[in-house]
């Protein structure tokens, strides 16, 4: 007698999704909730995702354009040089953010906003490894010098080896590596 063991994934989770805005997240949405049941849904939109207001209106816009009930957004909040942290660490409590995401400044899509030097965020990390939320990262050293596809590499190096030494017990997620 042969046995087969297998796992059958009936909906599973996307951890990186780009909804965007208008006309695009109405056709995004569609495709994502019909197939994944949560979506970590990034938050560098043209006006980013940095605000507990943002983030609620952010998740009900998506809600009421989903056809699919079980469908859970998760956002993390867009970390700039001057996060509002009272606001952060709130909504972070209750649950409108379930971490953060790191943009480098200028180096992709609507990072204009992004940070420009790790040490103004610390207190926002602080916040991340207090309850124990995770930091999630488009990791890219952007400068004249560095080719484009060395980006990562340098941006480990030089910065996720900083924030690893000085908060040790934070979770990160790192993207596109």
């Known amino acids: 007698m042969t046995q087969h063991n297998s796992i059958k994934i009936i909906k599973p989770d996307d951890w990186h999704v780009h909804l ?23 938050p560098n939109l043209e006006t980013p995702i940095t605000t507990s207001k943002q983030g609620e209106e952010y998740k ?8 699919e009930n ?7 909040c867009y970390l700039t040089d001057t996060l509002d942290l009272k606001d952060f660490k709130l909504a972070l ?4 953010f379930i971490g953060a995401k790191f943009y480098p400044i200028n180096a992709t899509t609507n990072s204009n906003y992004g940070i420009s030097k790790i040490e103004k965020i610390f207190p926002a990390l602080e916040i991340l490894e207090e309850l ?6 488009h990791g890219e050293k952007v400068r004249e010098e560095i080719d484009i596809f ?7 190096d030089e ?19």
């Open 20 to 42: 965007r805005e208008g006309n695009m997240m109405q056709a995004v949405i569609q495709y994502s909730s019909r197939i994944n049941h949560r979506c970590i849904v990034m």
């Open 60 to 67: 009900n816009s998506i809600l009421a354009l989903n056809k």
């Open 70 to 76: 079980n469908f859970v957004p998760l956002l993390p």
């Open 93 to 96: 409590q209750k649950e409108i």
């Open 132 to 137: 124990n939320k995770p930091l999630l990262v």
């Open 150 to 156: 060395d980006r990562e590499k340098y941006f480990i």
């Open 159 to 177: 910065e996720l080896t900083v924030i690893r030494k000085k908060f040790s017990k934070i979770k990160i997620i790192l993207e596109h590596v």
